[in-house]
T-cell receptor, first 112, second 113 residues
Framework: DAGVIQSPRHEVTEMGQEVTLRCKPI?????LFWYRQTMMRGLELLIY????????DSGMPEDRFSAKMPNASFSTLKIQPSEPRDSAVYFC??????????FGEGSRLTVL | QKEVEQNSGPLSVPEGAIASLNCTYS??????FFWYRQYSGKSPELIMF????GDKEDGRFTAQLNKASQYVSLLIRDSQPSDSATYLC?????????????FGSGTRLQVQP
């Protein structure tokens, strides 16, 4: 199994631009999570899905952020418009059988 | 607000020593506890998990849980320079079946050769 796959690995964009981050989860894992990591705030949960349905999006910072999971093998996190304070590493993760999280390699976003 | 607290460090130990990493959590109903290691520029990787009070050992690592004190720790025996990383404590802070984990800010460990 290739694990959780995220793209792009690095994204540099200018303020106001739309950013789309992608995640291919591990096959057969029902839960998918999006986390954001910054030096100041650490790892924060943004949203998570169960069987493609959003369960908790209370961590999504504001309306500029949206996430979708159209099917079991793909999810996106979109930021529109992006701002410099959105600069962070965004992780996608699946849950294992004992509740642990398996993370993708992350997408490092820099908004200038 | 439900929180997980860790000392940010850095915690510096000599090679071969025992490193002790600590974590406290605010929600008394928390059920499951995890330790992750994160190297700079990499994603967190699971070291071990613990559910029950007491100690759980896996190789050089021992997790300790005390639910009454709301305290979980990680001991690393015979520390190696390759153990130098940030260690994240994570807690499932909801006993209703919610799967998301709440993470502490991490403790940076430095093992000196």
């Amino acid at each position: 199994d290739a694990g959780v796959i995220q793209s792009p690995r690095h994204e540099v964009t200018e303020m106001g631009q739309e950013v789309t981050l992608r995640c291919k989860p591990i096959s057969g894992h029902d839960y998918l999570f999006w986390y954001r990591q910054t030096m100041m705030r650490g790892l924060e949960l943004l949203i998570y899905f169960n069987n493609n349905v959003p369960i908790d999006d209370s961590g999504m910072p504001e309306d500029r952020f949206s996430a979708k999971m159209p099917n079991a093998s793909f999810s996106t996190l979109k930021i529109q418009p992006s701002e410099p304070r959105d600069s962070a590493v965004y992780f996608c993760a699946n849950t294992g059988v004992t509740g642990e999280l398996f993370f993708g390699e992350g997408s490092r976003l820099t908004v200038l | 607000q439900k929180e997980v607290e860790q000392n940010s460090g850095p915690l510096s130990v000599p090679e071969g020593a025992i490193a002790s990493l600590n974590c406290t959590y605010s929600d008394r109903g928390s059920q499951s506890f995890f330790w992750y290691r994160q190297y700079s520029g990499k994603s967190p990787e699971l070291i071990m998990f613990i559910y029950s009070n007491g100690d759980k050992e896996d190789g050089r690592f021992t997790a300790q849980l005390n639910k009454a004190s709301q305290y979980v720790s990680l001991l690393i025996r015979d520390s190696q320079p390759s153990d130098s990383a940030t260690y994240l404590c994570a807690v499932n802070m909801d006993d209703t079946g919610r799967r998301a984990l709440t993470f502490g800010s991490g403790t940076r460990l430095q093992v000196q050769p």
